[in-house]
């Protein structure tokens, strides 16, 4: 039997890890198998801005589309009192 993440394409680009952390999120929420790549070269401060590549298994690629469509349409917000941010330092 192949292994699914045999199978993974692009779904779309963002320029940071912050961003594809919401939409991997969403993705694996809804039960989609899902990766991130590149967050390494995407914080980097360099001529050519670094991109961070989000990965869906190629049988997901539709619903993963709409599922990006209705979480852009939803303006998702961070909810930051869910979030851990850490301890302030003094």
């Not at 919401?22 to 198998?33: D, F, N």
């Not at 590149?38 to 298994?57: Q, Y």
Request: proline letters at 4%.
């Amino acid at each position: 039997m192949d292994n699914p993440a045999e199978h993974l394409v692009a779904l779309t680009t963002v320029p940071s890890d912050i961003e594809a952390s919401i939409i991997v999120a969403a993705l694996r929420e809804a039960g989609m198998h899902v990766v991130a790549t590149g967050g390494a070269t995407a914080g980097f401060k360099a001529g050519a801005p670094g991109v961070v590549k989000v990965l869906v298994n190629e049988y997901d690629l539709q619903v993963a589309r709409n599922t990006l469509e209705e979480l852009k349409a939803s303006d998702a917000e961070i909810d930051w009192s869910q979030v851990d941010t850490g301890t302030p330092e003094a």
